[in-house]
């Protein structure tokens, strides 16, 4: 369980960096995104990530 805790939370802390930078405009890839420059995406972003960090550290305990 801790295993695939740790696996989902690396991607989603990915994910929400990715979208943080994309909802800012700082991360313009891909060209086509509907995520550029829309700032909603980057609040969605930064919960993402937050959720991301929450699994990483519950996964490191023991």
């Known amino acids: 369980m801790k295993i695939a805790a740790r696996i989902v939370g690396v991607i989603a802390l990915l994910m929400g960096i990715l979208w943080i930078g994309q909802g800012l405009g700082v991360i313009k890839w ?33």
């Open 30 to 62: 891909p060209a086509s995104s509907f995520m550029i420059d829309v700032r909603p995406w980057a609040i969605r972003g930064a919960l993402l990530a937050a959720v991301g960090l929450v699994l990483l550290i519950w996964s490191g305990r023991k």
